[in-house]
């Protein structure tokens, strides 16, 4: 909960500090530093030397740097939690439409993954949701009841217990774009229900946080709630590296598109989404750099 305001005003979760964040941001240069500092050992010490001290120098290296690397990207996101900025705040400071992010809680273990190449690897999977689609609005969800620190990603919205569905309904209304988590919880199922009758098609993307399995079995529970049903899961035997695996947009006639996330090595959320969901910008009358127009457009 937020102090003073019962999770619904722009205040501090109970669990954020800005001491904190500075020093998990302190942590994360001293991490890296060292990383730095064993790498450099390498090239010091290890050319030139005999061969049993190079080879030792080579192993504690490769050892060491990729472990206080990751202990510095770890404290790098901790620290954005503390300091991250709550759903009012974040409309009030940029006044386009939101960018809505539905899903049950626990989808969002899986969007916490970090990336795993460049500048990625500071962000988690929702952070680099949020980026692919801030070309549309601020990107915001609800939060889960009761968490004290809340995960990079999405500027969270706290509400109570009461009146919720109401609220929910309301951010629905606002939005410039609604990203849904598929998932086959009772609350998913009820947001569906709600998008479908209340949003264009063009305005709403299906995330697929699991493989083809789960989503068949989400495909056969929800596919009811469109117009024009699900599409199967696309075909490809590679499996994605992603947490977030796939999307599905829809045409202006509820038409259903099935598209697999990035499923190589060096594959990002932010990038898959710019890959996979062209069709997603252009009808909400976003043109991406590096794009032509289409006819319409």
């Avoid at 302190?26 to 061969?51: H, K, N």
């Avoid at 472990?67 to 409309?91: E, I, S, Y």
């Avoid at 706290?158 to 209304?173: F, K, N, T």
Wanted: aromatic residues 12%; charged residues 20%; contains cysteine.
């Amino acid at each position: 909960m937020r102090d003073g305001d019962e999770g619904l005003g722009p205040g501090r979760l109970t669990g954020q500090s800005s001491v904190r964040a500075w020093l998990f941001r302190g942590a994360c240069g001293l991490f890296l530093l060292l990383a730095a500092l064993a790498v450099a050992a390498l090239a010091q010490w290890g050319y030139g030397s005999p061969w049993y001290v190079w080879l030792t120098t080579y192993a504690l290296a490769c050892l060491a740097a990729p472990v206080l690397a990751r202990w510095g990207f770890d404290a790098w996101r901790r620290a954005k939690r503390h300091l991250a900025r709550g759903a009012h705040t974040a409309m009030a400071r940029d006044s386009r439409p939101p960018v809505l992010y539905l899903r049950a809680f626990a989808a969002d273990a899986v969007a916490a993954r970090p990336g795993r190449v460049r500048a990625a690897i500071a962000r988690t999977e929702e952070e680099q949701l949020g980026r692919a689609f801030a070309v549309i609005g601020p990107f915001v969800a609800v939060g889960r009841p009761g968490e004290t620190l809340p995960p990079a990603g999405a500027a969270r919205l706290y509400m109570p217990d009461s009146g919720w569905d109401q609220a929910v309904l309301e951010l629905v209304r606002e939005a410039g774009l609604i990203l849904v988590g598929a998932g086959t919880t009772p609350g998913v199922r009820w947001e569906i229900e709600q998008v479908t009758a209340m949003v264009p098609p063009e305005k709403i993307v299906i995330v697929v946080p699991f493989g083809k399995r789960e989503y068949e079995e989400f495909r056969s529970i929800a596919g009811g709630y469109f117009p024009r049903g699900l599409p199967e899961w696309g075909e490809g035997r590679a499996r994605s590296r992603l947490g977030l695996r796939a999307a599905v947009y829809f045409g202006l006639d509820w038409t259903p598109h099935f598209e697999r996330f990035d499923t190589r090595a060096r594959a990002t959320v932010e990038g898959s989404c710019f890959r996979c969901l062209l069709d997603v910008y252009r009808q909400n009358g976003i043109r991406l750099p590096g794009t032509f127009p289409v006819a319409g457009d």
